[in-house]
């Protein structure tokens, strides 16, 4: 793509999200003849906790508001699942690196920077509320080729909600990051990987799969550089897919230890790429 109709393509997806943004398989991956496993679902699993950011933050829980995007485009139809998966299967020594909670402009950007820096694609389940106050980010990810995901508006305990509500979570931020992104997202990931009846059939009645993770960095916790490196390397192996955030603390390590494991994961032969799923 030439620079100027990136910019162009860019401008115009920023124009419209600065509108509307603010305000506002049995499908499988096709990698091969397999497709997912499925893990169990029942106590939250690990990941990073709920943001709880002061109340005048302006980056942070600003009132979201509603939008009115572009007329919906019907969902493809997806078998309602049981279990969300948590691996891809396929040919030769292929990896998913995924981000969650995002897109922060303190630690987004570098993340990407490092993605950039290799050609490697990744994967971003995006809340909301973030989404709608930099949709830019989004507009950045989906010209360099990343796959954003949905991971609710406000990432809250969807085991602890109604259906409805549930419902607003997963639909306001598919309309947000289909304004910013350019297209209705395809993938979903409940917060703390707590995924419930509810979440299944309305992700699959809105078009989205459900993707989990096999190795936990557990950069939420803060353990050190050294630490989440170590996780993501001594974890490597074919189907794998990793969970990491760029958002909802402070994600330095983030963003260094992005830095560190990827030239060395593709130093060993690993093709890190994002899911696709087979159309019907």
Not at 42 to 68: E, I, K, V
Not at 101 to 130: K, N, S, W
Not at 206 to 214: I, K, R, V
Request: aromatic share 8%; proline share 7%; glycine share 10%.
């Amino acid at each position: 793509m030439q620079k100027d109709q990136l910019f162009t393509r860019r401008g115009a997806l920023i124009a419209g999200a600065a509108a509307v943004g603010a305000a506002g398989t049995a499908s499988l991956f096709a990698w091969g003849t397999g497709g997912g496993t499925p893990v169990r679902t029942g106590a939250p699993a690990a990941g990073a906790p709920a943001h709880r950011l002061p109340a005048n933050s302006s980056a942070y829980r600003l009132q979201p508001l509603t939008g009115y995007g572009p007329q919906r485009r019907a969902a493809a139809r997806i078998p309602v699942r049981s279990e969300p998966l948590l691996r891809i299967t396929g040919r030769g020594r292929t990896m998913v690196l995924t981000f969650d909670d995002g897109p922060d402009p303190r630690y987004t950007p570098g993340i990407l920077d490092t993605l950039a820096e290799y050609d490697v694609p990744a994967m971003f389940f995006v809340c909301g509320e973030m989404a709608a106050y930099h949709p830019e980010l989004l507009a950045r990810m989906a010209d360099e080729g990343h796959t954003v995901g949905n991971h609710t508006w406000s990432h809250p305990l969807l085991t602890k909600l109604t259906r409805r509500q549930i419902r607003s979570e997963m639909t306001r931020t598919s309309e947000v990051i289909e304004n910013a992104y350019g297209e209705r997202p395809r993938w979903f990931r409940a917060p703390y990987g707590a995924w419930n009846r509810a979440a299944f059939q309305l992700g699959s009645e809105l078009g989205m799969e459900s993707l989990a993770w096999t190795v936990d960095t557990l950069d939420w916790t803060s353990p050190g550089t050294d630490t989440i490196v170590d996780r993501v390397e001594n974890g490597a192996a074919p189907g794998v897919v990793v969970l990491s955030h760029d958002a909802g603390g402070d994600r330095t390590q983030s963003v260094r230890a992005l830095r560190r494991y990827l030239p060395q994961l593709l130093d060993s032969g690993y093709h890190i790429t994002v899911p696709q799923r087979q159309r019907a």
